[in-house]
């Protein structure tokens, strides 16, 4: 059997992209992204978590989002799961686990009004008109 490893996040910018570029030339931006989850616990109270899920884009796709990509601005970002190993100063290993975007949707306007943009390894093409939002469940689902 075939293993999959995808991801699809909705959710806010918490900050500007950040943008490098690596001694080989190619661009990279990371930025994070915020998905809420609301839910009614068993008194009735709506409870809230947010997480907080560090994407990174390359080469023209992190040029797009370093250009168009706005703290508080709505995204659709896709792609998959990549975790990186490194040695911090006092010598002790260190993991990330990233979300590493393959294509990122603006869903929210830009601010000058424009129609709304997305890239996708590169490509320019226009975001769909309206977003569905996600449902808010108020049962606890039974399985």
Known sequence: MASV?????????GKDPEIRTTPQGTSLARFSVATTTTWKDNSGARQ?????????????????CGEYLHKGKMVYVEGSLQTRSWE???GQ???KTEVKA??????????????RG????????????EVAEAPTYDDEVPF
């Open 93 to 95: 290993k260190r993991y």
């Open 118 to 129: 997305a890239a996708s390894a590169g490509k320019e093409r226009e975001a769909p008109a």
């Open 5 to 13: 490893n995808k991801v699809i996040l909705i959710g806010n910018l």
């Open 102 to 115: 393959s294509n990122v949707v603006m869903l929210s306007p830009r601010v000058d009004g424009a129609a």
């Open 48 to 64: 809230e978590r947010t997480e907080w899920h560090d994407i990174v884009a390359w080469e023209k796709l992190a040029q797009i």
């Open 88 to 90: 911090d100063q006092n």
